[in-house]
């Protein structure tokens, strides 16, 4: 593990872009793992002030929420409308499918033909989730549906009970992976994935295991 700290949400979020602008750089058919959620907002903003040539990079998007389209929304309004990503090459799962386990099982495929992905962008949750991935998700979980806990439903202001999300064994499988974890409210989770126990209580904690796993953390997150 590998901790960045900067002094400003700005400068972190300037960070992030800058690894994404390394990595899409170095391969111009870059897989893309991404995240939704506040701590992105600055992010995607920094990554398209960037003008980074998406022609041909493929994305993968975490989690959306079991019956809804809303992180979708998200993903178009801060992020996807703003590059110039090919329709086809953005890839999500869809909230709406009847069969869940058929549309999980899809994803993972669609994981696999693409040839992994190269740079999985993370947030986390205050009670240590990564992706939807709540307390109690083992290390080898694949994209499944999952019960959201009441204080996730709270913190996102959602009405959905469920989602779909890529399991933590999915997420372990990226390439590289970075969490960004911005503002004080983050800091006694950050604390706990630094140096808290390894296990499935805290998901984001096996992340520790990575070999190429980078946390940039702005100093309120960092306790500072
Ligand atoms: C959601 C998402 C996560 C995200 C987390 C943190 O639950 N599924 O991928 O990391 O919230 O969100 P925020 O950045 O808004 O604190």
């Not at 995607?44 to 809303?70: C, H, M, P, Q, W």
């Not at 549906?145 to 399991?167: I, K």
């Amino acid at each position: 593990m590998q901790i960045i700290i900067l002094r400003s949400e700005k400068e972190a979020a300037a960070r992030v872009a800058d690894l994404v602008a390394e990595q899409v750089k170095k391969k111009k058919t870059s897989v893309l793992g991404l995240a939704t959620g506040k701590t992105m907002i600055p992010i995607y903003r920094e990554i398209a002030r960037r003008k980074i040539n998406f022609s041909r990079v493929k994305t993968f998007n975490l989690d959306e929420y079991a019956g809804g389209d809303s992180l979708r929304k998200f993903m178009e309004r801060n992020f996807f409308g703003k590059v110039n990503l090919k329709e086809k090459n953005i890839f999500f799962l869809d909230g709406k499918a009847r069969d869940w386990k058929s549309e999980c099982s899809l994803f993972e495929g669609e994981i696999r033909r693409a040839g992994g992905i190269d740079l999985q962008i993370l947030g986390v949750g205050r009670n240590g989730h990564i992706g939807f991935n709540e307390p109690g998700s083992s290390l080898k979980s694949r994209t499944r549906r999952v019960r959201l806990s009441l204080s996730t439903r709270h913190d996102n202001g959602t009405r959905f009970g469920y989602a779909l999300t890529m399991g933590v064994g999915t997420i372990m499988s990226a390439r590289r992976i970075v969490l960004a974890a911005l503002g004080g409210r983050k800091a006694e989770i950050v604390g706990k994935v630094i140096d808290g126990r390894t296990g499935s209580g805290v998901p984001a904690s096996f992340l520790r295991r990575h070999r190429r796993f980078l946390l940039v953390l702005d100093g309120a997150a960092a306790g500072e």
